[in-house]
């Protein structure tokens, strides 16, 4: 069965500082795909990246970043230089590539990012 | 126009209504799902379907009945719910199974009283 484990539930900052939230993902399957998605408070989640169990490289993103790490089942992601507009529940969801498998996406807890001026 | 739009954003039901919620999406995608978000809790899947055929149904009680009369249009119809059914309901949509992005409507917030 496939796990993804969000363990910060909350993180506060201050505005312009770097932050880290992490996601450690478990799966039988070697072919997958991860998933970080936000939700501000309007509720709508907001697609952010895709990237597949193949694809080991660093992407970086305006002031995103995600360091995805199969040797420790790991795929977070660093917002640099935070804004206000950053606060929101970030999610990282995992799904496996098989035919019945293959419309799931297993999703963590969510960390709820602060943002503070 | 927004991509997945669901309606309505509020409700509020007490144990012995049926009502109905919509989702319609605009994106010309093949797959959509339901999900349910409550409170300190994952996202969890409730239905999935593909070309209008449920592919799946995640253990999810007889309370909720979804419909899917065609690609762009998903309903979730309630009955009889359980204070505990009180949630974030997220409509999603994809061009096909879940290995693509899905595309999330912006929720409504069901409250049973």
């Known amino acids: 069965a496939q796990k993804v484990t969000q363990a910060q539930t909350e993180i506060s900052v201050v505005e312009k500082e770097d932050v880290t939230l992490d996601c450690v993902y478990e799966?039988?399957?070697?072919?997958?795909?991860l998933f970080w998605y936000k939700q501000p408070p309007s509720g709508e989640l907001v697609f952010l990246i895709r990237r597949n169990s193949f694809d080991e490289q660093n992407e970086i993103s305006g002031r995103y970043s995600w360091n995805f790490q199969k040797s420790t089942s790991s795929f977070n992601f660093t917002i640099t230089a935070s804004q206000v507009v950053d606060s929101a529940v970030y999610f990282c969801?995992?799904?496996?590539?098989?035919?019945?498998?293959?419309?799931?996406?297993?999703f963590g807890e969510g960390t709820q990012l602060t943002v503070n001026p | 126009e927004t991509g997945v739009t669901q309606t309505p954003r509020h409700l509020v039901m007490g144990m012995t209504n049926k009502k109905s919620l919509k989702c319609e999406q605009h994106?010309?995608?093949?797959?959509m799902y339901w999900y349910k978000q409550s409170a300190k809790k994952p996202l969890e899947l409730m239905f999935v379907?593909?070309?209008?055929?449920?592919?799946e149904n995640n253990s999810v009680p007889s309370r909720f009945s979804p419909e899917c009369p065609n690609s762009s249009h998903l309903f979730l119809h309630l009955h009889t719910l359980q204070p505990e059914d009180s949630a974030l309901y997220l409509c999603?949509?994809?061009?096909?199974?879940?290995?693509?992005?899905?595309?999330f409507g912006p929720g409504t917030r069901l409250t049973v009283t």
């Open positions: 969801a995992l799904s496996e590539a098989g035919e019945t498998s293959g419309s799931r996406l297993t």
């Open positions: 379907y593909n070309f209008k055929e449920q592919t």
């Open positions: 994106l010309g995608h093949n797959a």
């Open positions: 799966t039988r399957d070697t072919t997958y795909y």
């Open positions: 999603a949509s994809s061009q096909d199974g879940g290995t693509i992005k899905q595309y």
